[in-house]
């Protein structure tokens, strides 16, 4: 296992660099999309909530692999050509930001709605008690499910390898076939994602730590 | 249904009434909770509403404050119609906008407190002043510690609500809302959350913000605050208004049998 990391880590560092990119790109993307879908979500207008429930119901209730094949073949058709790394992006990036819409949903279902009317009642605006009141308690609030899906993505990211992006999996795939070495090869795979992934949850942890300040009770 | 109602301006009263309310009524599905309310409050006026849980009390407040919409009549504040407004001779919600502007001038009080757990006791009460005022931290910072001073809390400044006290807690929530510059404030129950030893140091502060000349309405169980300090009383009772008057008249010589019976079990209560 050390022999295949030490003879073949500039191909595995690359594959593992393709990993971070498209892992991360749709992770920050989503975290984005996925705070205005939850507002979409939360909306008191059944006219926005109701697509949005949509939109989240497909891209939770179908296989991501389904949703990577779908976005590589079904852009083409309409006219859009794109690289496969792109398209491993965004696909990730519609996927999460599903699951982190919902994340966030719930959260700001646990914020008490005398919070809101509090800072309604001193003239603040609904668009700057979202930014300043609700989510900085949200993100508090959802900080642990939060990093499981960034770790899931991190490792759903495995599966863009069949749209020929060559990621860690790729790369490993390939260097097994080369090698006979398969066991020895997905043991290196596997000690690199393990490895990504416990930074992650350090980093989540550390954070949680710091944390000042109570959060919404009652 | 909130629609077709009267949009005529409010009538002029004695003084120029900072809010006023004519025949507002307001359902929860079938449950009608408000029955044709009028009310005035005039500049420095101080008035307790008083009656039993249910009674529509807290509902009222809430109504004048447009964080329940009320379904007929109309709340005025400063002369502005709160909440709706006429849109080619039918009746139709404002903007959350505008909602804001019109009730600009009230300050509110609740319950349960509703600071925000994230930002310190400063901060609470410097959020909107930087917010909504546009000031920069430091005005803000020399502006919320007056405020905090006010209320006896400047040694609190950095503390985080789970860190302070019930009393503690409402008088931040109290400067909160003073810091806008309220023409008016509404108290929501200000002390029914608090154990009795603390009711005392936020009923001290609402009494010098009466004695400084703030106009004030005030939902409370708490009689002998009530008795004391308000120009006027209104007893509710299911929906309506039943009665109403100065403390003295209203405490002394009740009308109707019901704020009687209610003053009873309340003195059972309280003397026993």
Redesign the interface.
């Known amino acids: 296992m050390f022999e295949i990391l030490l003879n073949h880590y500039p191909v595995l560092l690359k594959g593992l660099t393709t990993t971070l990119v498209v892992s991360l790109s749709a992770i920050a993307l989503g975290l984005v999309l996925g705070v205005l879908l939850a507002f979409g979500l939360t909306s008191r207008y059944r006219l926005v909530r109701w697509p949005c429930g949509l939109y989240r119901s497909f891209w939770r209730g179908t296989p991501i692999l389904l949703q990577l094949l779908l976005v590589y073949y079904l852009l083409p058709e309409i006219g859009i050509e794109i690289a496969p790394i792109h398209a491993a992006i965004l696909t990730l990036t519609l996927n999460t930001t599903a699951f982190q819409a919902e994340i966030f949903r719930s959260g700001i279902s646990h914020i008490?709605a005398?919070?809101i009317?509090?800072?309604?009642?001193?003239?603040?605006?609904?668009w700057?008690t979202r930014r300043?009141?609700i989510m900085?308690?949200v993100f508090?609030l959802t900080l642990p499910p939060l990093t499981n899906e960034i770790i899931t993505i991190l490792k759903n990211s495995s599966l863009i390898s069949v749209i020929a992006v060559t990621e860690l999996m790729r790369v490993s795939e390939q260097i097994a076939s080369r090698t006979f070495q398969p066991l020895e090869t997905y043991l290196a795979a596997a000690l690199l994602y393990l490895a990504v992934n416990l930074v992650l949850a350090r980093i989540s942890a550390y954070l949680e730590r710091r944390m000042?300040?109570?959060?919404?009770?009652? | 249904m909130p629609t077709a109602d009267t949009l005529s301006a409010p009538t002029p009263t004695r003084q120029k009434a900072i809010v006023e309310a004519h025949g507002i009524s307001k359902q929860f599905g079938e449950l009608e909770v408000l029955t044709n309310i009028d009310f005035s409050l005039a500049p420095s006026e101080v008035v307790c509403v008083i009656g039993p849980s249910g009674s529509g009390k807290s509902t009222l407040l809430r109504c004048l404050?447009f964080?329940e919409p009320y379904d007929h009549g109309s709340v005025y504040i400063d002369g502005q119609l709160l909440g709706y407004e006429d849109r080619s001779g039918k009746r139709v919600r404002t903007s959350?906008?505008r909602v804001?502007e019109v009730?600009?001038p009230?300050?509110?009080v609740?319950q349960?407190f509703?600071?925000?757990?994230?930002?310190?006791a400063l901060e609470n009460v410097t959020?909107?002043l930087r917010?909504?005022n546009g000031l920069s931290r430091r005005d803000a910072d020399v502006d919320g510690m007056a405020m905090l001073e006010q209320v006896g809390l400047a040694d609190r400044a950095g503390h985080?609500?789970?860190s302070l006290s019930g009393g503690q807690k409402q008088r931040v929530?109290i400067a909160?809302?003073l810091?806008?510059k309220p023409r008016v404030m509404f108290f929501d129950e200000p002390t029914s959350a608090l154990d009795p030893e603390l009711v005392g140091e936020v009923l001290d502060v609402m009494k010098k913000l009466a004695a400084d000349g703030m106009t004030m309405v005030i939902v409370t169980h708490e009689m002998g605050f009530a008795a004391k300090v308000a120009d006027r009383v209104i007893f509710m009772d299911q929906g309506r208004v039943v009665e109403s008057g100065p403390p003295s008249t209203l405490f002394r010589q009740p009308k109707s049998e019901r704020l009687q019976q209610f003053l009873n079990t309340w003195r059972e209560r309280h003397i026993d």
Do not use: C, N, Y
Request: glycine share 8%; no cysteine.
């Open positions: 008490p005398g919070q009317e509090a800072a309604r009642m001193a003239g603040i605006s609904a700057q300043r009141i900085p308690q508090r000042v300040g109570g959060l919404a009770t009652e | 404050a964080l959350e906008k804001d009730r600009a009230v300050g509110m609740f349960h509703h600071l925000w757990p994230h930002r310190t959020e909107a917010l909504v985080f609500p789970e929530a909160r809302a810091a806008m």
